[in-house]
């Protein structure tokens, strides 16, 4: 059963970068053929999916986040994390982690992360 928890921490500063890592257990994130995804749900609204890092390195990511937003990897740790840079107080959410087969649906997802972006 594989397993992702998210980490990092739960305030950050406008202008800063949000740094958030997903640690997977039960499971290599080299393995054939997922992709691993950064969501967030900011308060009162939907999940937007931010990007994706797949099993072969290649990212992708949402267009309206691409400019400011960075998703890499640490094979030795089974870990995939999120850099958002820049932050405003819009960037506020619960930041979720999830696999998907390919970029298809997400059917293993960690128990999410609140992250408030204050001075």
């Known amino acids: 059963q594989v397993q992702l928890q998210e980490s990092g921490p739960g305030l950050v500063k406008p202008s800063q970068t949000l740094s958030l890592t997903c640690t997977v257990s039960?499971?290599?994130?080299?393995?054939?053929?997922?992709?691993w995804s950064w969501i967030r749900q900011p308060p009162g609204k939907g999940l937007e999916w931010m990007g994706a890092i797949a099993y072969d390195g290649n990212t992708y990511y949402s267009p309206s986040l691409k400019s400011h937003t960075s998703i890499s990897r640490d094979t030795s740790k089974n870990q995939f994390s999120l850099q958002l840079n820049s932050v405003t107080p819009e960037d506020t959410a619960v930041y979720y982690c999830?696999?998907?087969?390919?970029?298809?649906?997400?059917?293993?997802w960690g128990q999410g992360t609140q992250v408030t972006v204050s001075s």
């Open positions: 039960g499971g290599s994130i080299t393995t054939n053929y997922y992709c």
């Open positions: 999830a696999r998907s087969e390919g970029l298809g649906s997400l059917n293993y």
